[in-house]
């Protein structure tokens, strides 16, 4: 079941909370042996907690910044999370754009390091449709002057999204070359 762009649009552009316990963890990648420090909360908006939104925050190890930062939600009736917004620094991967969209993200390649951004409204159909139930996060934008550090990271998020209390995430484990 597709969910509707005004309840993505909603969960979006609102003022967000999020929500206790803030406590990092410690989680084994599923294709190596190295661990990865978690961050996972849910969210509140407008004073409601609705089902199944989450602000998820990934650090990597073996690099002093590699980390990913999350605002999804479920798609009704189903353990699925769509990634509304989803910033990447200094991803070990490339990404490649699908053909369609605004020409500035219309097949775009961006190379594995190059920090960027996911935000559902690029692969959206015409009429605000949706274009895939369970990827919204098909095309991304370059960040044109990246953050450098974890601190600056989450600030960037924060505004982006509306998070009111990023401020309350502890900083990461020491992991690595992280710091």
């Not at 005004?6 to 190295?34: G, R």
């Not at 509304?84 to 594995?112: C, S």
């Not at 900083?171 to 710091?179: I, K, S, T």
Request: negative net charge; hydrophobic residues 35%.
């Amino acid at each position: 079941m597709p969910i509707d762009f005004e309840i993505v649009d909603k969960i979006f552009c609102t003022q967000k909370y999020l929500l206790p316990p803030f406590d990092w963890k410690t989680v084994p990648a599923s294709n190596t042996k190295e661990q990865r420090q978690c961050f996972e909360t849910r969210i509140k908006l407008e004073g409601t907690i609705p089902r199944g939104v989450w602000f998820r925050i990934t650090i990597f190890p073996g690099s002093l910044i590699r980390s990913v930062f999350q605002l999804e939600c479920d798609i009704p009736n189903s353990r699925t999370h769509v990634p509304l917004y989803r910033l990447e620094l200094d991803p070990l991967t490339a990404h490649t754009n699908k053909l369609y969209g605004d020409d500035e993200v219309n097949g775009v390649f961006i190379d594995a390091g190059v920090t960027h951004e996911h935000i559902f409204y690029d692969s959206l159909k015409p009429g605000n449709i949706l274009r895939k139930p369970n990827r919204c996060d098909e095309q991304a934008r370059i960040v044109k002057d990246p953050p450098s550090d974890f601190a600056h990271a989450l600030s960037y998020v924060a505004v982006k999204i509306e998070l009111q209390n990023a401020d309350q995430i502890p900083h990461p484990n020491a992991q690595g070359l992280l710091f």
